[in-house]
């Protein structure tokens, strides 16, 4: 019996496993062996020779690498925390029971429609933005201007182009962490609110004690998928600012391309996407501890 | 009097908040609808203006007739239902046994594969093992 089990564990394990290791692990593994050679795609007569540690030591001493690296934290950080404090009201709105247990209608409605951005592939939000913020053709200076607020060049200027991706990520992506809050809130067993309205609980003790704990696990999963996504970021960088001005939006993924494919130092770049990768990971694992400590169990 | 007005002031503030986010989310995205029922000069004008003066289809009717875009929605297609098919057959076999087996080894394997498949495995496994 026990033995069977066993087996069809395997056989179940083997399928996913086979796909990971050749779709993930072989191009990962060949990156690694490049980021230990010199090859420049410009200069197909170089030697190919091993030179060791050298790429990462002419990464980890580049100005612009540890810049872009900052970017992307920046960029990470306040679109997370942003998206999860906008996606939880909204969910929480969604979720509303009314005095008597009774949910206001239309939310439904509501949430296929907010749900309308994440569904805009990311090349195209980059677009429309970037046309709709335009100086000259776009609409968005003079709406601002219609209620009073400050307008500016968005995306050349220095100051507010990675803000400017920021809350275009916001824009995007918060209705994805709104659906994954809604479905937590949709588990959170309705008979402890009951319990809690019995004991003479108000509003704020129910949210702290009873849905913030419960939603833990399901903020977890938001956190680290959204951050996980907001680091990698390309394709709304490359369609607005491509970087620019200077390099104050230049984010890792948009450095390492760079790197790699437009001054062709292949090896350079291969070691830029491990570190990447590295950073990540670490950045993946410090949340999942925080959350996990948090949770107790 | 006042308690009908507090009432509907209940009712309809989560509404309010709501239509307000809508109308973030929607500006650009109708202002994209707008543009593509303007006609060719009136896009990208100084200054520019939102909602549409004349409205022309003969934008759709280059893209679907003037060149054929058939090709690109099949590729996408095939691209989106090939890997959804696969991750989600083999992301599902994968966190079962996670959910499943009690030995660490395979809490191992689950922390090695960063990868996509691995985004639906993790909720997925988390609800087998809350049941």
């Given at each position: 019996m026990f033995r069977s089990r066993r087996r069809s564990f395997v056989f179940f394990l083997l399928p996913a496993l086979l796909l990971i290791i050749f779709i993930q692990f072989m191009p990962m593994g060949y990156n690694l062996v490049l980021s230990f050679l010199n090859i420049q795609l410009n200069k197909p007569n170089l030697p190919v020779k091993f030179v060791g540690l050298q790429n990462y030591f002419s990464i980890l001493s580049d100005k612009g690498f540890w810049n872009s690296v900052v970017v992307t934290l920046i960029i990470g950080i306040a679109s997370t925390v942003l998206e999860l404090?906008?996606?939880?009201?909204?969910?929480?709105?969604?979720?509303?029971?009314?005095?008597?247990?009774?949910?206001?209608?239309?939310?439904?409605?509501?949430r296929g429609l907010l749900f309308i951005p994440y569904m805009i592939m990311p090349i195209m939000v980059g677009l429309t933005w970037f046309i709709f913020a335009d100086s000259n053709y776009g609409m968005l200076n003079p709406i601002l201007e219609m209620f009073g607020l400050p307008t500016r060049v968005w995306f050349s200027?220095?100051?507010?182009?990675?803000?400017?991706?920021?809350?275009?990520?916001i824009w995007q992506c918060t209705p994805m962490v709104m659906m994954i809050i809604a479905s937590g809130l949709k588990t959170i067993d309705a008979s402890l609110y009951e319990a809690a309205v019995?004991?003479?609980?108000?509003?704020?003790?129910?949210?702290?004690?009873?849905?913030?704990?419960?939603?833990k696990p399901v903020l977890k999963v938001a956190v680290s998928m959204?951050?996980?996504?907001?680091?990698?970021?390309?394709?709304?960088?490359i369609a607005t600012t491509k970087g620019g001005p200077g390099n104050k939006t230049e984010a890792i993924s948009v450095f390492t391309q760079k790197l790699g494919f437009e001054q062709f130092k292949t090896s350079q770049g291969?070691?830029?996407?491990?570190?990447?990768?590295?950073?990540?990971l670490v950045m993946s694992q410090i949340v999942v501890r925080v959350f996990s400590t948090k949770e107790s169990t | 009097m006042e308690k009908t007005a507090k009432k509907i002031f209940y009712r309809v503030w989560p509404y309010f908040i709501l239509?307000?986010?809508?109308?973030?989310s929607f500006t650009p995205i109708v202002w994209v609808?707008?543009?593509?029922?303007?006609?060719?000069?009136?896009?990208?004008?100084?200054?520019?203006?939102?909602?549409?003066?004349?409205?022309?289809?003969?934008?759709?009717?280059d893209l679907f007739f003037k060149r054929d875009i058939s090709p690109v929605f099949l590729n996408s297609l095939t691209i989106a239902l090939a890997s959804t098919a696969i991750s989600i057959v083999?992301?599902?076999?994968?966190?079962?046994?996670?959910?499943?087996s009690k030995r660490n080894r395979s809490t191992a394997i689950s922390a090695i594969l960063p990868s996509p498949i691995r985004t639906s495995i993790s909720p997925i496994s988390s609800r087998l093992r809350s049941k």
């Open positions: 404090l906008f996606g939880l009201i909204l969910a929480l709105l969604l979720d509303m029971k009314g005095r008597f247990g009774k949910a206001p209608g239309g939310m439904g409605f509501f200027n220095e100051k507010t182009a990675i803000w400017a991706i920021v809350a275009m990520d019995v004991d003479g609980a108000n509003s704020w003790q129910k949210f702290s004690s009873i849905t913030m704990p419960m939603l959204r951050l996980m996504d907001v680091m990698r970021i390309y394709d709304t960088i291969g070691t830029a996407a491990l570190l990447i990768t590295i950073l990540i | 239509i307000i986010c809508l109308t973030v609808v707008c543009s593509s029922l303007k006609p060719a000069g009136d896009i990208l004008t100084i200054p520019p203006f939102y909602f549409p003066k004349t409205i022309t289809l003969q934008h759709y009717y083999f992301g599902t076999l994968a966190a079962y046994v996670f959910a499943r």
